[in-house]
């Protein structure tokens, strides 16, 4: 089965990730720290924000494609995808070191819990449904 929906998604999380990996590999090469934040402010700062979109991405792209697989409304999925790629420029453009809570974040951040509920409750009706 080809799964449209969501790899159109999946490939535009990964240009927001390859924008992420080079902003932390740019700025390791300028400050040369190789790992972790050498005490560096803005090093911690774009390893978090690089860190938080490798922690959360993956896994709502597998229960994309496993909602998408398994007949998933296309209206949810893409609406679900768009609100996704939206959370995930959101949150790293509002990730301040000095700053904890910014609207940016906020958005982000609640917006991508509510996106993994949302995919994983449609993940668990539609395997309760198949039993």
């Known amino acids: 089965m080809v799964i449209e929906i969501t790899a159109f998604y999946a490939a535009l ?13 740019v700025k390791r090469a300028k400050t040369r720290i190789s790992i ?21 991405v993956p896994l709502l792209i597998l229960l994309m494609a496993i909602v998408e697989v398994n007949g998933g409304n296309q209206v949810f999925l893409h ?3 768009s ?5 995930r420029i959101a949150h790293p453009i509002g990730l301040h070191y000095d700053h904890v809570q910014t609207p940016l974040r ?24 198949a039993i």
């Open 36 to 56: 972790l934040d050498g005490g560096d402010r803005q090093v911690a700062v774009e390893m978090r924000r690089h860190g938080n979109f490798v922690e959360h």
């Open 106 to 129: 906020m958005i982000g951040s609640v917006g991508t819990s509510l996106i993994t509920g949302a995919l994983g409750f449609m993940a668990l009706w539609q395997g309760i449904n």
């Open 13 to 25: 999380l990964v240009a927001v990730l390859i924008f992420l990996t080079t902003r932390i590999g």
């Open 79 to 81: 609406v679900v995808g």
């Open 83 to 87: 609100a996704l790629v939206i959370c």
